[in-house]
DNA sequence: CTTGAAAATTGGAACGGTCCAACAAAGCGT
DNA sequence: ACGCTTTGTTGGACCGTTCCAATTTTCAAG
């Protein structure tokens, strides 16, 4: 239909006001007269008046938008992390960008390199990895949060993550609690959060006196890095009778190993994976797990932000959930 | 560090140049001497210049930017049709903001129309509702694609999906060549693909002389969906030997209910499911299927979508893509 | 040198809003 | 009717870009 978008200039003739006006009334102000303000409305809706949010955020110098790299979009716990952090996002009257990463590093940087362009307000990274350019981002002054990575010592990042050291060791604990001794860890590369997975579970293979026991076999946070990394530790010469892998994503691909090996599941084998993912909790898929509360860490990430947000030049903050042990089907008792 | 970021008019006076001359330097024009590009280039750098974009698309009056809504992001097929949106969008040089949908109807339409006030140059819809708004987004003058619904008389509005139907009977006809009969339908609920799905059904049925046979457990596009509408099939006095489920997301809750009832997939029961994600490839899964080509439709999509911005005027589009069919571990031969 | 064309650069007007100080109108007590 | 406050309304500057016409500089040819 249209030639080009009507503006608040065009509201404002139709409606025989001035163009300061409309701008107040569109936003509510109650300094407008009822009757101008209902001008103003019909005038505004005949002619399909949209504000431009590139203009306001100019005017402004606001964008009232977040930005939210995901690192890995096809791992099911990102989606249960987005929808914590745009609840909270959305509950405080803001909008959300939102982009994906993939392991290309420069990809990923042009990426924020395009939402600080927007200039979004605060960002919130998902994943583990830690992208190149959030450091700019930060000294851009650009309020920044992560998750499911913990960070420290950055000044204007925050972060949140859940212990992944004490799950590991609840991991192992468990496990050995069934009686499983020559217990395997399928690793999920070499990001932070899988190496903190990694030594928990070491310290606590060690601290069961299982050193000599303590076999990692390497692997990825994906469905494919689970299963290979699970089938190489089926195939090597110790009996394991129990494997902790990295994460869910993985640990179905770990179950998928174990059954193309002909054996049983928890029969012969015990699976445990780490995130808890609510895919993982369907009874044909039935993983048992360490999960981390995956919505509220998207909110708190979302909050914390906005903290920051009104209160620039605080320390860093860093929320450690604990994570909790949910059992299911893919472990059991070992019997020799 | 910072207090306001710095502007084209600071790089510009620390270069020594006119803001224009920034302005063109920093779109790469050529016209622009090599020393006072060097010059701008080492301003630009030392100041932590980064463009604004909501300038930018308020003085071109174009944001460069495609929008994307989906509607369900907890569906894994979602993540693999982005991607392929993802690719296109980028190598078109353009942006792309992601919102996400929910049932909450309302909250969609809002989502939708952030969008438009951000001035996305196109919309694409992932998902088999029609949200409300979408229409208004089109008469307003917004390229728009839906995608995984067919879609055909609306003007400027474009879809890309698959052929439901025939889907829907190259299921059936595999299940009746390993010589099943009770084949049952757990639905996907009461919008367009999952009726469509559910015709096919009815059609194939009826085409095989099981007029009889035809049975519709409701259920819907998710994981619990599917594990109800199943549990109804296996609860129901037919004697079901196969369940044809809506889509994958929800047969693998599927999968869930006939492992609860002590049966044994595929022995005693088979589970066919329509989308053809990922994760149903995985061994442990191994859910047989009808496939659509997804990371493909949303490439497609995209590049519909750029053709309809190229020319405004085109009648409608709509592309329908072959399914085809996945042989898992899911499915196997009647015996009665 | 001069000259004209080509190359490089510039100032200022948009773009569509928000904000603010100033002004007009209306209400009110006396 | 009088100031005085309160309520409504307005024009114009400004946000950080891009675009364009106009200007200056450079340079090769005569």
Chains 1, 2 share one sequence.
Do not use: W
């Not at 964008?63 to 929808?83: K, M, W, Y």
């Not at 994906?222 to 892998?245: I, M």
């Amino acid at each position: 239909m249209a030639g080009p978008r009507p503006t608040i200039k065009d509201v404002a003739a139709l409606a025989g006001v001035s163009k300061s006006l409309v701008s107040l009334a569109m936003r509510g102000s109650d300094r407008v007269a009822p009757a101008s303000a209902a001008a103003i409305q019909s005038a505004a809706n005949q002619l399909g008046y949209r504000p431009n949010a590139a203009a306001r955020s100019l005017a402004d110098r606001r964008s009232n938008t977040i930005g939210v790299l995901v690192q890995d979009l096809h791992n099911p716990i990102s989606a249960e992390i987005i929808d914590g952090v745009q609840r909270q996002v959305r509950a405080s009257g803001y909008h959300t960008m939102l982009v994906t990463g993939s392991e290309d590093a420069a990809l990923e940087q042009s990426e924020i390199e395009k939402l600080l362009e927007f200039q979004v307000e605060g960002l919130v990274v998902i994943g583990h990895r830690m992208p190149a350019g959030v450091r700019d981002a930060i000294t851009g002054d650009c309020p920044t949060v992560i998750i499911t990575r913990a960070e420290s010592e950055i000044a204007g990042l925050d972060s949140i993550s859940n212990n992944d050291i004490v799950g590991a060791r609840m991991a192992v604990d468990y496990l050995h609690g069934l009686g499983h001794r020559a217990i395997a860890h399928v690793t999920g590369g070499d990001n932070q959060v899988a190496l903190m997975r990694k030594s928990g579970y070491e310290e606590a293979m060690i601290s069961y006196g299982l050193a000599k026991n303590i076999a990692c076999y390497e692997g990825a946070f994906t469905d494919e890095g689970g299963y290979r990394g699970t089938s190489a530790a089926l195939a090597s010469k110790y009996q394991h009778s129990a494997v902790f892998v990295a994460n869910d994503l993985a640990a179905v691909g770990a179950l998928a190993a174990v059954a193309d090996q002909g054996l049983g599941v928890p029969e012969e084998i015990s699976i445990i994976g780490y995130d808890g993912m609510a895919l993982g909790g369907l009874r044909s898929i039935g993983l048992t797990t360490i999960a981390q509360p995956l919505a509220s860490m998207g909110e708190d990430a979302a909050a914390l932000l906005f903290q920051r947000i009104n209160d620039p030049g605080r320390l860093p903050v860093h929320i450690e959930l604990e994570p909790r042990l949910v059992i299911r089907n893919s472990t059991g008792v070992y019997h020799g």
